[in-house]
């Protein structure tokens, strides 16, 4: 048996493995023969390959026959970004190897530009002004915006109606585009056009809708930051995927609210955000630190601020009373093992690695900033379950990119 596109399924095929849908639900059993309908079923789900019996093993197995100096391009993007990573632990020595090929088949030449040189005519901040600065970042997170207010409260309402939901995402018309845009993409696979919100929470659910409109909102809350600073739409397309591969480890990991490990995905870095643009001086000086003491980014923060952007996403998620369950997940995405839920942790660190491995979008830090096997092994996936995970979170990354891309 063997991976084929399913644009390139051919009627009579026949599937050597259950089809799931992102939730895990049955769409199609083992041993279904493959016809028409089948094949709309599956592009209406957006699954983008199953398992067929008797195919020819897919060349894309081994790793592609590359360009000798992409390769050894590559090989120095990887050993960069993998550098704190005990890499001989199986699921981090899967990701490393799909990752090499992902680099591979998406080559961009390595960025010529040297790393950022600290701000001329400025002294670096004291440790104790620093943490001053944070002690007072209470004061200074801004109040919990009302489209999140309302947002948090039908989340937290089971018996919320579609109606309700659509009247509170109208209020705002660009979050109503944004979120239409979404649901009509390849992302959700739809055929016909949903044109509005209360039919999209028909078809995705109210939870669905909702925390996909929250985690949209808390990130438009930090447009504005100057670019020179942070691309943020880089950082977003960072989160995104974070968000969609998240969501996908959920949905084979069995676990329960896929969506909020969606939202989870999305907001995982959003603390640096805050210091962004709260205190940029010191952000710049982090990432100057990371640069030349070749560390992580995250290793800087705690060297500088004595905290990082883990806590500071914290504080804000509390301020604003959203949801325990993603307050600890943002928390804890650097250390899972601390965290009450490590399962739901270790998908967002998982998905934070698998990103960075495949180089889509950036937060800012240029490594992995670890990972925590003994959490990941909780879940008890197989590292073989990777190859196919991260081409289903491909195809929807690719997605997400044409979706920033148009604003
Ligand atoms: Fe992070
Ligand atoms: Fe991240």
């Known amino acids: 048996m063997a991976l084929v596109k399913v644009e390139k399924l051919t009627e009579g095929a026949v599937l050597a493995e259950d089809v799931l849908d992102g939730k895990a639900r049955l769409l199609l059993s083992k041993g279904q023969s493959i016809g028409e309908k089948q094949i709309r079923v599956l592009k209406m789900w957006g699954v983008f390959e199953v398992d067929v ?52 088949n998406h080559f961009r030449p390595a960025p010529v530009a040297a790393p950022p040189l600290p701000p001329p005519d400025r002294q670096p901040a004291r440790a104790t002004e620093v943490a001053a600065k944070i002690e007072r970042i209470d ?55 949903i044109d509005s919100i209360s039919r999209a929470v028909t078809l995705i659910g109210s939870k669905e809708v909702s925390n996909l409109a929250l985690g949209i909102t808390i990130m438009e809350t930090f447009r504005g930051i100057p670019k020179e600073i942070l691309d943020v739409a880089s950082f977003l397309e960072h989160n995104l995927a974070c968000g969609v591969v998240a969501r996908i480890l959920a949905a084979h990991g069995n676990i329960a609210h896929s969506e909020q490990l969606f939202v989870s995905g999305m907001l ?75 399962e739901t942790a270790a998908v967002i660190q998982m998905a934070d690695m698998i990103v960075h491995g ?37 195809h929807q990354i690719e997605t997400f990119g044409d979706l920033l891309r148009k604003g």
């Open 53 to 104: 019996e008797g195919a020819e093993a897919v060349v894309e197995e081994a790793l592609p026959s590359a360009d000798p100096e992409q390769m050894a391009v590559v090989s120095a993007q990887i050993k960069k970004a993998f550098g704190t990573v005990d890499i001989q632990h199986p699921a981090a020595k899967e990701v490393v190897r799909l990752s090499i090929q992902y680099r591979l």
């Open 139 to 193: 004061v200074k997170l801004p109040e919990v915006p009302s489209l999140v207010f309302e947002l948090n409260e039908i989340i937290a309402d089971p018996m919320s109606s579609a109606g309700a939901i659509g009247q509170v995402v109208n209020k705002s018309p660009s979050l109503a585009a944004t979120l239409l845009r979404i649901v009509n993409s390849a992302f959700y696979g739809f055929r016909s056009k």
């Open 268 to 342: 995982h870095d959003i603390g640096r955000l805050v210091l962004c643009k709260y205190f940029p001086e010191i952000f710049q000086q982090t990432v100057v630190d990371a640069a030349r003491e070749e560390r992580s980014l995250l290793k800087s923060e705690q060297a500088l601020l004595g905290c990082t952007h883990a806590l500071l996403g914290k504080k804000l998620l509390n301020k604003w009373k959203l949801p325990y369950a993603l307050e600890n997940n943002v928390f804890y995405h650097h250390q899972p093992s601390a965290s009450p839920s490590p």
């Open 358 to 394: 495949m180089g889509v979008g950036t937060s800012g830090e240029q490594v992995v900033p670890g990972f925590d096997s003994k959490a990941w092994e909780r879940l008890n996936l197989p590292s073989s379950a990777l190859r196919s995970l991260i081409k289903q979170a491909e």
